[in-house]
C-alpha cells in the first residue's frame, strides 16, 4: 500500500507494505535473546493439563503456549511515563501516535573522564539533520552480538543529561535507542535521562515515549523515514513492542 505525506512543503511516498523492523525477535533460547538488568529470561512453553499438551510438536491439534516476560529486561520494549511516576495511565493509552516522522542517527559514545561511555548532545547536534517528533539513536560499533547481548554488570552506554535537554529543545516525543536503558545501570535509582526526559516531576510529558532494545541493522541508512511503534494493549507502564521503518521517497 502506497500513501502520500507530507513534510517541510515537500511531497514523498512510502509503501506500508515494505516495513523494516528495528525490534529484537525474541527466541526462548536463552543463546538467542537479549537481557538487561538481572531479569529473569523470557520463556514459552506449552500449557500441560492431564493428558493435554498444547504443542503440535507433541500431537495436539493446536499450540496452545504460555509465555513469561519481563518487557524492561528480556528485548525490544516501549515504556511511557508510568515507568518512573505512580500515575492513572498505561502505554496503551498514551501512545497514539501511528505514523510519525523520525530520523535514524549512529552514533560512538563518548569516554567519560569516569571511564563511562555517554551519548552527547555535541554528538546527536552534529548528527541530526531534521527536527522531527522520532528520534532513533543506533549506537557504534553494531554487530549482529547485540541482538543476544547480556547486558547486566557490563556498564553499557547511556544518555548524557544535556543530551536529553537537546532534544526536548528540539521537541522530541518518542526516543528510540539500542541500549538497555537511557540512564546508566547503576546510578542509585537517579534516573536523570528518564525524568529529564519526561519532565519529571515539574512538568510532566505524559505524551512521550522510550523505546528501548531496539536493533537496527546495518543495511539501514541514517536518515528521516516513517515510523509506526507496535505494542500490544496492555494495561502497565511498559510494552514488548515492534517498531517499524518506512522508506521515504521523494516525488
Known sequence: MQITCERDG????????????????LDSDLTRQPNAFGAPPFEAWPVREGTFVGALAEGAAVNFFNVRINPHGNGTHTECVRHIRDIDTDIHTILRDTLMFAEVVSVFPEQGTDGSRRITAQALDAL?????????????????????RHYTGSNPPFFSPEAIAWMNDRGVRHLLTDLP???????????KAHKLFWGVPENPQPDKTITEL???????EDGVYLLNIQIAPLALDVSPSRPLLFRMKPI
Open 10 to 25: 515537500r511531497q514523498y511516498t512510502a509503501d506500508l507494505a515494505d516495513p523494516l523492523s528495528i525490534a529484537i525477535r
Open 128 to 148: 541530526t539533520t531534521a527536527d522531527c517528533p522520532g528520534l532513533i539513536v543506533r549506537t557504534l560499533p553494531n554487530p549482529e552480538e547485540k541482538r543476544s
Open 181 to 191: 536503558s537511557v540512564d546508566p545501570e547503576e546510578d542509585g535509582g537517579a534516573l
Open 214 to 220: 531496539i536493533f537496527v541493522d546495518n543495511d539501514i
